[in-house]
């Protein structure tokens, strides 16, 4: 769908909506009475650690924090199919923050969406995922954002245009797809498994990423974990439409989701390395938790995906050195010597036919990482890879991915790649850009 389309759609829809909310008077909600900020020292350590730790599980840093700002004192852009919602300053100051905010006032944000004053807010703010999330534990993360430094700032004005702008309107969107309740408990499924589910689908929010979302920008519940949009990278199918040439186990996902690599899949990148590194600073035993419950998501593999890395590494396909000529050789030149095995960390790449991004059915993220190189992460031993935007040109970039595809991918070869590899030079061009703007100015997308 091209995006005007999706937004006329969008705009009829939530005309519909708005018929909605009047019909159901819902619009409404009290405000709840401010209080004097509490002290840091009233509150319980522990419960403050726990807070902290829920807070990287729930990535409230990476949209609560402008790069270069102060964490959690907001003002990030976050682009949405509608226009774009500044994230709120969730700091204790007491003007601009959430200092005056009784727990009450905290809980109900996070369980409906709703400000202290009443307001209804943006489901940006990922509440439909936010909303299974436990008394103990939104007391933990109000003691934890409630002990951390003040900070006086406040949010930009939204960019939103009427009749988007008018946020009684939100409600009739809650009527719609907010639900309670949803994370799925099985007692015969164990312990871990049941943790896994309550943090995956409450506070993790790992679908916001990587369910595709409807024409009103809720996530579709009937292609759960099927891929989604973010930033523009593709985050993968998860369920069992993923492209993973290796059929992803709970081990792997763990080492996946604790170090940002695994031997099989490679390293993650753009939006979810951060989310790996939020999970760095998690217990083990979530993140462990986290991997066995998205092990059982990911379901039964084709036959084809049963295959042990090393069958798949060898199984390349031979014919496109000829009918790529021109990507086989840039590939022999610039790729091979890191990517065929006998390099080790931090230099060595896995071996091509692993790559979930050489298999997608999107280009996109192959087109990041080939433009933009991967970065180290500090004060780990993790993987480097230069960037090549500046050597490789359009159309080398072309015939290189449209190799690396039938080689590793042996798939079908992508449609429109001339259009994707300039898009994704001028978002690179864009963000290298970004480096040298204020801090202020600054965008990173979030769905
Ligand atoms: C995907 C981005 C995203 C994530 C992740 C996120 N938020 Fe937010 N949050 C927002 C945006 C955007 C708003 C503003 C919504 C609006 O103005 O309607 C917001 C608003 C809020 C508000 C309302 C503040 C006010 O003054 O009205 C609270 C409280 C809040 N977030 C807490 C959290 C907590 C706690 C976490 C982590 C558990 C978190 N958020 C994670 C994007 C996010
Ligand atoms: C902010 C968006 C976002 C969130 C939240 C998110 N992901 Fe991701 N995820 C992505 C993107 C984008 C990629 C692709 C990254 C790449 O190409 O390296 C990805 C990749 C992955 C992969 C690799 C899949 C493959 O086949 O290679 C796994 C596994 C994964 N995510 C699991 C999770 C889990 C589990 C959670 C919740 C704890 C989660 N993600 C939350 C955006 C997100
Ligand atoms: C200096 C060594 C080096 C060179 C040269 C290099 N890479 Fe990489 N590459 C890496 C490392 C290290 C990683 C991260 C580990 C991983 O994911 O394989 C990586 C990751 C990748 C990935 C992601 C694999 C996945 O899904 O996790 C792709 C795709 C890729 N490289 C393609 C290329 C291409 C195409 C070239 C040539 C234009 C190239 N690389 C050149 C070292 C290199």
Redesign the pocket.
Known sequence: MTGQLRIITGIAAIVLVAGAAAAFAVAWRPQIAAIAPPRADTFDPDVVKRGREL?AI???N???TVQGGATYAGGLP?PTPFGI??????TPDAETG?GRWPEEA?VR??RSGV?RDGQH??P???YDH?TNVSDADDRA?YAF?MTRQPVHASPPA?QLSFPLNYRPLIAGWKLLYLRSGDAPQDSAKGAEWNRGAYLVEG?A?CG?CHTPRNALGAERLNAQFAGGEVDNWHAYALNDTSHAPVRWTADALYAYLRHGWQADHGTARGPMAEVVGNLATVPDSDVRAIAVYMADISGTPAPDRKRPADVVAQSSSDDAAQTHAAGAAIYAAACGSCHEGSRTLPYGGVNLALSTAIASPDPRNLLNIVLSGVGAVEGERSPIMPGFASSIDDTQMVALTAYLRERFGKRPAWANLDKAVRDARAVQATSLAARDTPAESRQRG??
């Open positions: 807070a729930g990535n409230c990476t949209c609560h976050v919602v500044f994230s709120s300053n969730i959430i905290f944000a996070m400000a807010l943006y940006t703010f990922p936010f993360l954002l939204n506070l929010h916001a979030k769905p």
